[in-house]
């Protein structure tokens, strides 16, 4: 029996348990202490923004980020469509509604053109959006600088969930330290991982005071327990954020290892009929978090469904490109610009297992899975079955 191969799993450096060993000797077992502060510094130094609050999860930030910005009920939040649900639930935790935003084919997320136009037709008829949310997916950054004019151009702040690109680049610099604000996740399949948590950073000192001051139940300045505002308890644990310095200091470590997957997956089988893998675009360095590919079946001879059962079998763990959120049930009523190119990425595309500690035997395996089952079907003209 094989083992299992999954697709991005936890790995931890030499350190981790050091610092969390330093938290129990220290007695800091809670929502607060030196890890607290020094992951939140250190991880400034890291993306070279100004300021950082370390939260529970990225969705905790995300929440906090869309209330910092002052969306309310009733308001719309521009939000890309190809993503993970969770860039989109905080708007809807606000009573806001999300408009979804197709991408584009060079990078896979938000297409600034599209962005543009249709912030141009809503000043037109006096609906402009109260925020942006851009997703930068999958270790890829997005088009950053048309996005921030066309915010700009209409003074729409523009929130950055960086959650799945920390260790990316943008024209040199950390994608999620551009807009108004930006966040992170350090959940168990992150490129780093405290087990949960998140990350809000900003230039603007006065906006992450006020995240970590909402993220610790919004207390006044006061000896008695005293509230003018409704808070919550969104803090990092001190001890999670010993895990977190750990995992800092091999980030870059584990940028390295995934893109070696990916050239590995990519020379082993970029010259397979119909097979394309997720472009990496000029303006930056990708971290390739997950290697991603698209399918055309009629060249491949199966289609992507096929080929996740067929790795299944073999204890291979693939899954299918993010379903754009316009297509999710929980969606239905929203509005979507465009949607087509994330439709087709999300019928074509797969991820593969791409954890930074799979070993080259591990991959290995998922290239002879995938050869072997193209071999197959040369052999067997198998007729095409499109789902
Ligand atoms: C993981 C992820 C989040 C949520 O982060 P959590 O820490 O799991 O709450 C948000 N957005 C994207 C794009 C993600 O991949």
């Known amino acids: 029996m094989n083992k299992q191969i999954l697709l991005s799993t936890p790995h931890m450096g030499d350190r981790e348990l050091e610092f969390v060993k330093e938290a129990f000797d220290t007695n800091w077992i809670a929502p607060v202490g030196p890890h607290v502060d020094a992951f939140e510094q250190e991880f400034c130094q890291v ?30 939040v521009f939000c890309s469509t190809l993503t993970f649900v969770a860039t989109a639930n905080p708007i809807t935790y606000l009573g806001a509604k999300p408009v979804f935003i197709d991408s584009d084919r ?73 807009g108004h604000i930006g966040i992170y996740s ?40 005293q509230h003018s505002s409704i808070g919550y308890n969104y803090r990092l644990s001190n001890v999670l954020a010993g895990i977190g310095r750990g995992q800092l200091r091999v980030l870059s470590d584990r940028v390295a290892a995934r893109r070696r997957n990916f050239e590995i997956y990519a020379s082993a089988l970029g010259n397979l009929p119909g097979i394309e893998f997720m472009p990496e675009a000029s303006f930056g360095h990708a971290t390739r978090w997950l290697t991603c590919l698209t399918i055309d079946p009629t060249a491949f001879g199966a289609d992507r469904e096929q080929i996740r059962l067929v790795l299944a079998e073999q204890q291979i763990e693939t899954r299918p490109v993010w379903k754009p959120l316009h297509l999710q049930p929980v969606f239905a ?3 979507c610009i465009g949607g087509a190119v994330a439709e087709d990425l ?21 290239i002879q899975a995938m050869t072997a089952f193209h071999n197959h079907l040369q052999k067997t003209h198998t007729p095409l079955f499109i789902v």
Request: proline share 5%; net charge negative; with cysteine.
């Open 346 to 366: 999300f019928a074509h595309g797969l991820c593969l297992p791409s954890g930074s500690n799979l070993t080259t035997e591990d991959l290995e395996r998922v």
């Open 106 to 178: 060079t990078t896979w997320n938000m297409n600034p053109d599209l962005l543009r136009e249709a912030l141009f037709n809503r000043a037109r008829t006096g609906k402009l959006p109260k925020a942006v949310v851009i997703v930068h997916l999958y270790g890829q950054s997005a088009d950053i600088d048309p996005i921030l004019e066309a915010c700009n151009f209409y003074e729409i702040p523009l929130i950055e969930d960086a959650a799945e690109s920390l260790g990316a680049t943008y024209k040199e610099r950390s994608p999620g330290t551009f």
């Open 333 to 335: 009523e929203s509005e």
């Open 186 to 225: 350090f959940n168990g399949n992150k490129i780093i991982t405290t087990s949960g948590g998140g990350m809000l950073v900003s230039h603007d000192p006065e906006l992450v005071a006020k995240a970590r001051f909402l993220s610790t139940q919004a207390r006044d300045p006061a000896p008695h327990y």
């Open 47 to 76: 993306t070279g923004v100004s300021h950082a609050a370390a939260l529970s999860s990225g969705t905790a930030a995300l929440h906090l980020a869309l209330q910092l910005i002052g969306v309310q009920s009733g308001d719309e």
